[in-house]
């Protein structure tokens, strides 16, 4: 078989049905529309989500809530993720080897749940007050980018 002698299967495709082509077709005259109406006018029908004059379920839900288009997303790092991945210091080249983050853009945040116990060297986006105190007890530098 060579690709020009494909052939769709015997009934498998059916012509369109043409409306609107003279009453022998049986399909003439109000073209499957009916008599009047709405729905019987070009341009006729009612928009998404109407509901027939009921109101609508976009209405009757409750508005709550506010999304900031400006939010930045942060990927959280404990304490004890750090004690766990066992780096001598953590930046976004070695979180991007350790596959904590995809990319260098993301943001990376040190929070500090956990304990540490070996000295780290830490460069990332954010850290919190506790977490840079755990860092720096041990003898590690927390530094923000």
């Known amino acids: 078989m060579k690709l020009h002698e494909l052939q769709y299967t015997e009934g498998s495709k059916k012509d369109a049905t043409r409306v609107g082509r003279g009453m022998a077709s049986g ?23 109407f509901e027939g004059g009921q109101t609508p379920l976009y209405r009757r839900l409750p508005k709550i809530g506010f ?43 040190v929070l500090a749940n956990g304990t540490l116990t070996k000295k780290v060297n830490v460069k990332v986006n954010k850290i919190s007050q506790s977490a840079k105190a755990a860092i720096e007890k041990v003898g590690g530098t927390a530094e923000e980018l």
């Open 27 to 49: 399909k003439g005259k109000t073209s499957t529309r009916g008599h009047k109406g709405q729905n019987s006018r070009s341009g006729g029908g009612v928009r998404p989500g």
């Open 67 to 109: 999304t900031s288009r400006n939010q930045k997303e942060f990927v959280l790092i404990n304490l004890n993720d750090l004690e766990k991945m066992g780096l001598a210091t953590v930046d976004h080249k070695t979180l991007i080897e350790a596959k904590v983050i995809k990319s260098e853009k993301q943001l990376v945040k």
